[in-house]
């Protein structure tokens, strides 16, 4: 008896390729959204009836696919002001593309995250989207492991074995210590992230790599690891600048740790940039209310929530975890009034 061969199912991304249209927009025009022309919403139908392919929100479809059209989100706390941000765009474009959003306010980065993720599993999410794994964060290989479809944005593990959405944070080092240096900075202080996340590794080894190419070495001392909030920012400035040798400039990990820093700065009467210059990184809104005006490196919030919902709906339609990708985006300076010439 011949066997029986299952042709595989169209996904919409085929459909959005073959109609000429993005994938949100094919989504949004076979949802019924009136925000579509009437055109392209003809256009994309026939093109979906031609393929044979069939709407998944459809509870029949659904059941077939064993898919919800829902996955989760894990972040580790909205108080970063960066997060909502970044969470409302990842919202908007899963939504775009038919996919409803659960909240998992949790770093699930040690081992006894395990219980955690299997009850993730359990819920038969469709897929994970990371925006706060760590180095060796055991919940994503215990996804990986069980073939959930995982996306890692923001932060990568290092390991190569699941698909990462992140900003090239080695150029964002680097181009905060070009900045710096050009403004004539050689005593710099470092506040950074958690030493155990990607972003706070690669930021600080653009950085060091720029300046140890001049001839200039960086320190211990002037590095502090942290946290990616105020606190770390504010107690991090009082230590860098009551030490023996003050720097002239410090590097934050983020705009929030640069946000603490200058309120430790104004706290003392330190002037910012007369006395010290501080740059950070993300360019959140905030930074640039006249107010702040912190010069930052920026990295595109919207591109990083775009990409990276993307990516994991391409996992979970195609039923697979490959091929996998890494999406490095471009970061770019962006000069305020935080930072100036370093003083005599």
């Known amino acids: 008896m011949p066997r029986m061969v299952r042709k595989p199912k169209t996904t919409l991304k085929q459909v959005a390729e073959a109609a000429g249209v993005s994938q949100s927009t094919a989504s949004r025009a076979l949802s019924g959204s009136q925000a579509i022309a009437a055109d392209t919403v003809a256009r994309v139908a026939a093109t979906a009836k031609a393929l044979n392919y069939a709407t998944k929100r459809k509870p029949a479809i659904d ?3 064993g898919r919800k059209g829902v996955v989760g989100m894990v972040v580790a706390a909205l108080q970063n ?3 909502p941000y970044l969470v409302d765009r990842i919202h ?14 949790d770093e699930l980065s040690n081992s006894s995250s ?3 993720v299997q009850g993730l599993i359990d819920t038969a999410l469709d897929g994970v ?3 706060t794994a760590s180095i060796h964060s055991p919940a994503v290989d215990l996804l990986v492991e069980r073939e959930i479809p995982t996306v890692l944005a923001i932060r990568s593990n290092k390991r190569g074995n699941v698909t990462v959405v992140e900003s090239d944070n080695r150029m964002a080092g680097l181009d905060a210590a070009r900045h710096l240096l050009d403004l004539g900075h050689r005593e710099v202080g470092f506040i950074q992230g958690p030493r155990n996340t990607s972003t706070a590794v690669d930021r600080f080894d653009g950085f060091r790599s720029y300046y140890e190419r001049q001839g200039l070495v960086l320190s211990a001392e002037e590095v502090i690891w942290g946290e990616y909030n105020h606190e770390a920012g504010y107690s991090g400035f009082m230590k860098l600048t ?11 990990g983020n705009d929030v740790i640069a946000l603490g820093a200058l309120d430790a700065a104004h706290k003392v009467g330190i002037g910012v940039p007369d006395e010290v210059s501080i740059i950070g990184v993300d360019d959140i809104p905030m930074a640039s209310w006249s107010m702040i005006s912190l010069t ?20 979970i339609e195609s039923g697979s975890l490959t091929p996998i990708s890494n999406d490095i985006l471009p970061t770019s300076l962006v000069r305020r009034s935080t930072t100036a010439p370093a003083r005599a």
Request: aromatic content about 8%.
């Open 92 to 105: 908007d474009e899963l939504d775009a593309l038919g996919y409803d959003i659960v909240l998992i306010i």
């Open 114 to 116: 395990s219980r955690k």
């Open 296 to 315: 930052t490196i920026r990295q595109s919030i919207e591109q990083i929530g775009v990409r990276a919902a993307r990516r994991l709906v391409d996992h």
């Open 242 to 252: 009551q030490g023996q040798r003050p720097p002239t400039a410090i590097f934050c």
């Open 81 to 83: 002001a960066f997060y």
């Open 63 to 65: 059941r077939q696919e």
């Open 129 to 131: 989207l990371f925006t």
